[in-house]
């Protein structure tokens, strides 16, 4: 999650407009698309090499990021009528599939996060909790592999780690990742004054998109926060979703809770 700055779009891509009035908000702002030699060479990439879109969201290879950038330039999927909305490529919601939600292994890595690794693992377990109570999701912590949680180990869908100056409070993934790229890293900066939020309302963000939810902020360009149109609205728009970055013209003042159409969305894609 980028907390102090607004993300608008994908690296590289330009604003040349900002709508105005209720019923230009519906509407995407108009863009010019770089090459992809360009976008390429604009790409923001973290500590651990993955390259980072959209303000927290990982794409682990040169391949991903293309089929992001492709997915970007042909991307007219966006609707505002459908606050919660899924990611989507082509007709396909990107999403667990029934048995694999039941079961969202991760471990936390004891090594990188040294003496705030129980502070981690109550905000996981924390933050998990709300996405379970609402969803059929289950989210299980593989204690056991918390002594060898790298971004190889296939014994758990994802791993927990620590990094530094990344840029970021927190990133992670969505379902489509390959296993290297399914990680939730929380830089060490998440550890120190983080104003009204906690880490445990980071990390419920965080899980909605490696639920697959997109950010709320990108349904509407008047956020001034657009992404990009490969999305599916659950519900109408919600200003003060998990979501939706503050900053981005958001209206949740506190800290990063689920909201009624939070919950409604989360059932309608995991129901």
Known sequence: ????????????????????????????????????????????????????????????????LREFYDGFAQGDLGTSTGGLAVYRTGSTDIKWNTTQAANITYCISQSSFGSRYN??????????????????VNFVHSSGQDGNCTASNANVVFDVRQVSGAGYTARAFFPNSSRSSRNVLIDSSAFGNLGVW?????????????????????????????????????????????????????????????????????RALYP
């Open 198 to 266: 906690t880490l445990t309302g980071v990390l419920r963000h965080e899980l909605g998109h490696t639920l697959g939810f997109r950010h709320e902020h990108t349904r509407l360009s008047s956020t001034g926060c657009y992404e990009d149109a490969n999305w599916r609205g659950l519900t109408n728009y919600d200003s003060s979703s998990v979501m939706h970055y503050p900053q981005c013209k958001g209206t949740q003042t506190g800290d990063l809770v689920l909201t009624s159409s939070d919950k409604t969305g989360a």
């Open 119 to 136: 502070a981690v693992v109550t905000a996981m377990t924390n933050a998990a909790a709300a996405w379970e109570a609402t969803a059929r």
């Open 1 to 64: 999650m980028s907390k102090f700055r607004s993300v608008a779009v994908l690296a590289g891509v330009a604003l040349l407009g900002s709508a105005c009035g209720p019923e230009a908000e519906q509407a995407a702002p108009t863009q010019v698309l770089p090459s992809w030699e360009e976008f390429r060479a604009s790409a923001q990439q973290d500590p651990e090499g993955a390259f980072i879109v959209d303000g927290d969201i990982a794409l682990g290879t040169e391949a991903e």
